[in-house]
């Protein structure tokens, strides 16, 4: 437990929690969850579901009609077969990382992940009693981790190789070639390879991908490990539902882990998670997703007005990871000045890179625009007032 490190957001938050109590009005540009609710259809999904009684558990891979349903979508979307077998239904992204991790890693044995990256990352890597073995990503590289890169960094330790595309913290992709270029990197190691695909859908500049559909993969890479979430495109954070999709030969063991630790993701919200995929649903979806993208470009023209760096610009997820190191040397004390003097909440890169985070800050656009024009008006007049 004393390697598991704290989130030190939480301590910002703490502070704007405290705000708030004493009557300041705090606009949230730190959380990174959407501030639209789950679609309506959803909604009505799981009210059928609950007058209908579906409360006990389910298997521990998920109902097969959910699984049916993502094995259609990527048929559909990205010409990839996936048979239900290969699909674990999980309780959000979270516990996909968590037995995969479980599963894959050994004790003392390394993974490999870019710093920044998802913090939580670590710590499912130091749960299975692993070391997380950080990259140092810069801008240049759009703070995601080159092939050369894994492969320099890779040594017999290593186990495997932890990536997310679209970024949390920084929004940004990696392209196809380099990612199967890493894919290629884990085959010749016979590493693993972890693909979190929470942002698949939010995605701005180019269309969305999938690891599943990699040259590499087609070509009999076997140790791809994709996993995605209910979460975020479909704004259903609270309703803790994500799925995995793995490789036809550990299928059966992931399922034994999960039938120990989870027994199942909850019932109701599979039953309801099924109306995701109809038409109606995602044309809904694909509306915010435009809303996102407009807010997105809002928040880097008025950065660019203010003279804060965006390094590397985002093309997915719903974060800007702004450099301020021309303001402040710490980013920490940067977004406690920011949020006692305005009313701002903006996390610091602390927690995403345990390298360069003093640099860096996390805007979170997952605010509608009325709260990201005032939110950024008062940012520009606390850079000037000082
Ligand atoms: C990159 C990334 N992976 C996983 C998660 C966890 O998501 P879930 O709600 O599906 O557990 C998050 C949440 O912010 C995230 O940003």
New binding site residues.
């Given amino acids: 437990m004393s390697g598991i490190e704290p989130f030190y957001v939480m301590e910002v938050l703490k502070q704007a929690h405290r705000l708030a109590e004493k009557g300041r009005n705090v606009i949230h540009l730190s959380i ?2 959407p501030d639209f609710q789950a679609p309506p259809s959803v909604v009505q999904a799981l009210t059928d579901a609950a007058h209908a009684g579906h409360m006990g558990y389910t298997n521990a891979k998920g109902l097969l009609g959910l699984r049916e349903k993502i094995c259609a979508f990527y048929a559909k979307n990205f010409h990839v077969t996936v048979s239900p077998e290969q699909i674990l239904i999980t ?7 968590t037995l995969a991790c479980l599963a894959l890693v050994e004790a003392g044995s390394d993974v490999l992940m870019p710093d920044p ?2 913090p ?2 670590r710590h499912f890597v130091a749960a299975a009693d692993g070391v997380a073995r950080l990259m140092d990503c810069g801008p240049e590289t759009g703070f995601q981790p080159t092939a050369l890169q894994v492969e320099q960094h890779w040594n017999q330790n290593t186990r495997g190789l932890m990536i ?1 595309s679209p ?2 913290p920084t929004g940004t992709r990696i392209a196809a070639d380099e990612l199967n270029a890493m894919a290629e990197v884990c085959r010749k190691k016979q590493g693993f390879l972890i693909v ?1 695909e ?2 698949q859908g939010l995605v701005y500049d180019r269309p969305a991908e999938t690891a599943l559909a990699l040259p590499a993969v087609a070509s009999g890479f076997e140790d791809l490990i994709v ?1 995605n ?4 495109y479909f704004g259903m ?1 609270g309703w ?3 799925w995995m999709v793995l490789p036809e030969r550990l299928a059966h063991d992931f399922e034994k882990l999960a039938q120990n630790l989870s027994i199942c993701a909850p019932t109701l919200a599979q039953h309801a998670a099924m109306a995701c995929f109809h038409e109606n649903t995602l044309a809904l979806c694909e509306e915010r997703k435009t809303l996102f993208q407009n807010r997105r470009d809002f928040i880097l023209g008025a950065l660019a007005d203010i003279g804060v760096p965006v390094p590397a610009k985002p093309d997915g ?1 719903f974060y800007v990871y702004a450099d301020i190191s021309a303001f402040s040397e710490s980013s920490v004390q940067w977004c406690s000045d920011l949020l006692n003097a305005t009313g701002v909440c903006i996390v610091p890169g602390t927690d995403f890179s345990v390298l360069n985070g003093h640099r860096y800050i996390r805007i979170s656009y997952a605010r509608d625009m009325p709260d990201l024009e005032k939110g950024m008006s008062l940012v520009r007049s606390f850079i000037q007032q000082r």
Wanted: charged share 15%.
């Fill in positions: 990174g969850e309780t959000g992204a979270s516990a996909a990382l990256s998802y939580c990352n997310a970024a949390n979190d929470i942002y996993v979430s209910f979460s975020k954070t803790r539902l994500g997820a």
